[in-house]
């Protein structure tokens, strides 16, 4: 991604530099290093791995910071070395890192780890991600410890369990480059982690079966090797770069995704602030409660629905303490009680907020289906549903059964929240929602929070608090919500969905980590605690123009540059899209016809923020040209022909 640059805040949200992005090549073999991780290892241009890292987690599952103490580059005519020494938990830990790459195929990783002191983890030590272009369906050979192999494919849909096991090596082919990794020093197993928007698979030790969290003993060594190697040359060539053609809008047979905005306990707007979340006008308030909080969050909706009428969705958490038909009940009374007519209910106890194995063990007590039979009883009308509060490991793992619409959320920063990593959890984005269109069959498929930032953690104890605002695993706020690099994230996450026919999302709250208006926190927001009220973050607009084209007719872009993803909708008189650029370059798009055009970017960034009607008051061009800085968004209205 973008190297650091005075104005980061504008366009992530934090001062805290990017971690270095050096390039390595021998022959046709080529790298990225970055922060200690190996990205992108390619042959002839070819992605055959999207990564070689060594992370370290806790006993919650958050990544432990490697510090480097040390580093070694060796170049040579047919090949290069780079060696790091990386200290983790104030030196608990001491990683030696050896990365060696031959203009013959061959790469070798080897970590070798020293624990100066206990040291508890869930995971230490050598994962390899597996891009998923030319891999995802494809053939895959298994080699195991003994020397048998096993015929298998990397699956096409996600697998909600492990893709493979007891791996010392793998063959398989990328795009006719015959791919061979060998693992030594540990049994790894494979993951689908597109189940977490990751855009990849990974092989990763230790298996899950053995016990965790584990200890490393004072003194003790580990060391660990990956070995790939790779022959032969693409099928596909890389089309030259070409003049940029013309846009095209193709009409489809879905319409776009109704624009929810979620609210919950801690996440109110004050009363001051409910004229700005009128201006968002979403079609859907998303309310998660329990017996406690609803009658609150219930007041707060009927007021802020004041003049602008939304559906009402509500996510009940039941208490492992209270009583499930009584609790769910009480929850309908307080709707009464504030005028709510609601449209639809998923309700799930409290201990489906935490991830389990396909094979268990599974909560005691009442199930999601039992909490689904209550919600028919407190809410007859009401549409039921079915799936999770969280994410979309957890729906995969735990499928419903009898329901009217079936949900799950979505986080890019379960495993890495660099960047590029965040950026990429978008083409994971696409694998997870074809999966859970299947998955849904005939029933409406319903998006609950998607965001970048962490909302609740099913994994551990809970979320990471991120007081210093950088970019952290698992973090419950993360600094790139106040920033440009957000605003473009969520268009990507919207043109994800295409083909999927989603019904509705929900890509913010209103206040809060998730929020899009700005409110005090605890952590430090520059740039908008200086600037008075009535401050928004750039999040605002996207959503905003979103809401508005929720429900039209969907078109399909065709033609779009490089990097450049949108969104396009056709009303009665005008078509209205939006396009951001998730890319490190400017990128031209040639419009099918003149629009009006307003571009959200760092020079537009000040009036932005401090402009809740910006969409109104700023200065619009015409014209059929339009070039997208990186991290910039365009909103463009343009007449309906005929």
């Given amino acids: ?20 992005d050096r390039t390595f090549s021998a022959g046709a073999l080529s790298l990225h290093l970055s922060d200690g991780a190996v990205r992108h290892l390619c042959w002839h241009g070819v992605e055959v791995v999207r ?7 806790d006993e919650n599952w958050a990544t432990h910071a490697s510090l480097l103490a040390d580093e070694s580059i060796t170049n040579g005519p047919d090949g290069f070395e780079i060696r790091q020494v990386r200290l983790v938990a104030d030196g608990a830990l001491r990683i030696n890192l050896v990365f060696k790459g031959g203009s013959d195929g061959t790469f070798l990783a080897t970590a070798e780890m020293f624990a100066d002191r206990e040291f508890i983890t869930n995971r230490a030590g050598f994962t390899l991600l597996h891009p998923l272009r030319d891999v995802a369906g494809t053939p895959l050979n298994v080699i195991h410890p003994d020397g048998a192999v096993t015929a298998s494919q990397f699956p096409l849909l996600i697998s909600p369990d492990q893709v493979a ?21 540990e049994v790894f197993e494979m993951e689908d982690q ?46 030259a770069a070409q003049p940029s053609p013309i846009l095209e809008l193709k009409p489809g047979t879905e319409t776009l995704p109704r624009l929810a905005v979620a609210m919950e306990d801690g996440a109110i707007p004050d009363r001051p602030l409910h004229r700005l979340c009128r201006l968002l006008n979403p079609s859907i308030l998303q309310l998660r409660v329990t017996p406690q909080t609803a009658q609150a969050i219930c007041e707060s909706a009927k007021l ?8 009402i969705e509500l996510e009940v958490v039941v208490p492992s303490t209270e009583n499930p038909p009584a609790a769910l009940a009480h929850i309908a009374a307080d709707c009464k009680s504030a005028s709510l007519a609601v449209a639809r209910v998923l309700a799930l106890p409290e201990s489906y907020l935490h991830s389990y194995q396909s094979s268990g063990p599974w909560p005691a007590g009442p199930t999601p289906q039992d909490h689904a039979k209550y919600v028919r009883v ?29 949900t799950h959320g979505s986080t890019a920063i379960t495993h890495a929240a660099d960047d590029s990593s965040v950026m990429e959890s978008l083409e994971g984005l696409i694998h997870v929602f074809t999966s859970g269109r299947a998955l849904a069959g005939e029933r409406d498929y319903r998006l609950g929070l998607v965001a970048i930032g962490m909302r609740s953690n099913p994994y551990g104890a809970g979320v990471v608090e991120n007081l210093p605002q950088t970019r952290i695993a698992m973090a419950g706020a993360d600094p790139r919500q106040r920033s440009l690099f957000a605003a473009a994230w969520a268009v990507g996450a919207v043109a994800a969905t295409e083909g999927h026919h989603v019904s509705s999302l929900a890509l913010s709250a209103f206040v809060g980590p998730f929020g899009v208006i700005h409110t005090p926190q605890t952590w430090a927001q520059p740039l908008y605690q200086e600037g008075g009220t009535d401050m928004v973050y750039p999040l605002f ?22 990097e450049i993803v949108g969104v396009a909708a056709r009303e009665n008189s005008c078509t209205r899209l939006v396009l951001a650029n998730l890319g490190t370059c400017a990128s031209p798009v040639r419009l099918p016809q003149e629009a009006e055009i307003r571009i959200l970017n760092a020079d537009s960034f000040a009036s932005a923020i401090r402009g809740p009607d910006w969409l109104e008051v700023s200065d619009a061009h015409r014209g059929s040209d339009v070039t997208l800085e990186p991290l910039s968004v365009a909103f463009l209205t343009m007449p309906t022909a005929g």
């Avoid at 607009?541 to 490089?562: D, E, I, P, T």
Wanted: hydrophobic share 35%; with cysteine.
């Fill in 304 to 311: 802020l629905m004041a003049g602008n009428p939304a559906e």
């Fill in 378 to 406: 407190s809410f007859p009308g009401a549409g039921i549903g079915g799936g999770v509060l969280t994410y979309f490991p957890e729906l995969n793992r735990c499928r419903p059964d009898l329901c009217d619409y079936v």
């Fill in 194 to 239: 597109r189940n977490w928007s990751d855009a990849s698979f990974k092989t990763y030790c230790r298996p899950l079966s053995r016990p965790r969290p584990y200890r490393l003993n004072a003194g003790e060594i580990q060391r660990q090797e990956i070995q790939v190697r790779v022959q032969g040359t693409p099928s596909r060539a890389f089309p």
């Fill in 165 to 185: 096991g007891d791996i010392s090596g793998l063959r398989h082919s990328v795009n006719e480059i015959d791919t061979e990794i060998l693992f030594r020093g």
């Fill in 1 to 20: 991604m973008m190297t650091h640059r005075p104005d980061s805040l504008i366009y992530f949200g934090t001062a805290e530099p990017a971690p270095a």
């Fill in 541 to 562: 607009h996207v959503v905003r123009f979103l809401a508005r084209m929720g429900g039209a007719a969907r078109l399909s872009l065709q033609n779009l540059g490089n």
């Fill in 51 to 57: 990564g070689i890292a060594c992370p370290i987690r």
